[in-house]
């Protein structure tokens, strides 16, 4: 997925959004699959524009903006959505440095692992809190939108259990004295 499609798929559900609308559009429903900071978002629509993907429908006080798709920008849209295949990414720094725990003390491996459970809760009450702040609809954004953040807490909860179940296995090789290899000086 890229920015690009992120945006267009908003603006075709929010016809007439401004830029600050759909950066909040993108805090409450798109940061747990895709985060956008403002100054992406804002240069992504310039970029839009150009391509004549997007046009601004109106403009108001202090250079507001709102934005709309155009018929090459729903065709863009569609095309991404239905005939180009979806690359998911396998690359997970956080696994990658589990990988490599062994080069450390136990402790600190342990607690890496109880760091990253305890963030992943924090993350699950931030999803879940979100989900009863939101003004549910019957709209495409409210149906697809329950449905993505029911994924990001599903996954949270799993990545969560996952890390306190690996500290835990961590413990537990400590107390059969494995960690030998824990790099040159050991």
């Not at 956080?94 to 459970?117: D, I, K, N």
């Amino acid at each position: 997925m890229s920015l690009r499609h992120a945006v267009l798929g908003l603006i075709a559900e929010m016809d007439g959004a401004s830029g600050y609308d759909l950066l909040k559009m993108f805090e409450i429903s798109l940061g747990n699959v895709w985060p956008a900071r403002q100054s992406q978002l804002y240069g992504e629509l310039g970029k839009l524009a150009d391509a004549g993907l997007i046009e601004v429908a109106e403009e108001g006080p202090r250079g507001r903006r709102a934005y709309r798709i155009t018929d090459s920008g729903r065709a863009e849209l569609r095309h991404w959505l239905v005939d180009v295949p979806s690359k998911g990414s396998r690359k997970d720094e956080s696994l990658l440095r589990v990988f490599f725990l062994g080069m450390v003390e136990p402790e600190e491996a342990q607690r890496y692992m109880r760091g990253h459970a305890a963030g992943l809760g924090e993350y699950l009450d931030e999803l879940t809190a979100l989900e009863k702040d939101v003004d549910w609809g019957e709209d495409d954004l409210s149906v697809y939108g329950r449905l993505v953040i029911e994924y990001g807490k599903r996954f949270a909860a799993m990545r969560r259990d996952w890390f306190e179940w690996a500290s835990r296995e961590i413990e537990s090789l400590g107390e059969r004295g494995a960690g030998r290899g824990r790099g040159p000086e050991h």
